[in-house]
């Protein structure tokens, strides 16, 4: 196993653990209710309301910018926890401050009357909320202890599954939600979630930790140095590849929808839920076997390989099925092949960290790895439907990345 300097999670941490399996995973499904329901079936009705058509461009612009974002505050966001010193923790001031603009932010987004003021506002919106993300992304190695990794990772994993299925679930029930209604919905489930997570399983106090007067240039170096770790550079480019490979068909899922698989309009948001809750359900199954069984075995990177070459075969499915049945086939594949990955992703970056007394930033510049995809995934995939054959070039290209994903597990050493 990869050594770990630094503080370094145990059992005898001095926190209660209990309040953590339920807080930790709702704190995680608000998060992903945010980014699935707002990124994935209110931004394109919104782009359609403004535009007045299934506007590639127009999408890929209000997709791309906040991604760019992200991918900077996430670990700014993460270090500057790092070295937080208060009474109430590192991470739960900036738990309840980003949320608290992230809810501002999104009543603005919910009033954008032009694609370049919902592009910017949602840009805001990602770029705050990554705090948020950093902040809870570093809870898991701030205090839960190596044997319970693996149970943890598939308890945080839980966050996409549940967070689509559910607004899948209200978008199917009501439509209308994807006109601006679940703006308001989704700030208030933020709120509580943030809420729970600070106040039910607070943070230990920082107050006396030390720390080390602040210089420019480490703290700029600080973004580099976990990359110097040959484990942790596989594990991002893993990371990256798994989710390049979904995000490429998520971003224009209903516009693919619509004019790869030929639904009508007015059924495509109920059908893109039906979908999405097929999908999801299949991953939560995946989460929920998988995450007890890596503890047991301890074999976090089989399980992750396996995910990564499984996701590129189920790609192929809407290639040779253009059809609704088709893409309810390929929902269930690639669900389950990303619910195995959800299961051990986190279980994995944690046992690569170079240093557990710098998670905040460490765990914020491996989760460039999630944001990274956003922002390439709607500029190329834009880019190959307009000049490099249609839809079709999604899939090729999202096997391409997942067999790429797979290879870079395999050359991580320090986890088996």
Known sequence: MTQVQGATPSAEAGYRLGPLYLTLPLANIALFMLWMGIGGFVLPVHVQRITGENSVAA???????????????????GQISDRTRSRF??????????????????????????????????????????????????????????????TFSALVGFGVPIGTVVMSSLFIAFPQLAAGGAYYLIMAVLAVAALLIVFASPDKSSAGLPREPFDLGEFMAGFVRPMKSADFR??????????????????????????????????????????????????????????????????????????????????????????????IIYNILHGMALG???????????KVLPNHAEAGKDMGVINIANAGPQILAPSIAA??????????????????????????VVKIKGVR
């Open 59 to 77: 999408l890929g612009l209000a997709n791309t910018i906040g991604p760019l974002m992200a991918t900077i505050a996430n670990p700014i966001f």
């Open 383 to 408: 880019f190959l439907v307009l000049n490099l054959g249609g839809y079709t070039t999604l899939f090729y290209v999202g096997i391409a990345v997942s067999l790429i994903a797979s290879f870079a």
């Open 89 to 150: 923790g590192r991470r739960s001031p900036w738990i309840l401050a980003c949320v608290a603009v992230g809810i501002i932010a999104l009543a603005v987004q919910a009033s954008a009357s032009t694609v370049l003021m919902l592009g910017v506002s949602w840009a805001v919106v990602q770029m705050i909320m990554n705090g948020y993300q950093a902040a809870i992304t570093a809870i898991m190695p701030d205090r839960v202890p190596a044997n319970r990794y693996g």
């Open 234 to 327: 596989w594990a991002f480019i893993g990371r990256f590849g798994i989710m390049f490979g979904y995000m490429v068909i998520f971003t224009f899922n209903l516009f693919l929808l619509e004019d790869y698989i030929k639904i009508p309009r007015e059924e495509v948001i109920s059908k893109m839920g039906i979908l999405a809750l097929i999908g999801q359900v299949a991953t939560i199954v995946a989460v929920m076997v998988i995450g007890p069984i890596s503890d047991r075995v301890n074999r976090f990177k089989l399980f992750a390989l396996i995910s990564g070459l499984a996701a590129a075969v189920t790609l192929a499915v809407p290639l040779f099925m253009p059809t609704f049945n088709g893409m």
């Open 340 to 350: 195995v990955f959800m299961a051990v992703d986190l279980a994995l970056i944690t």
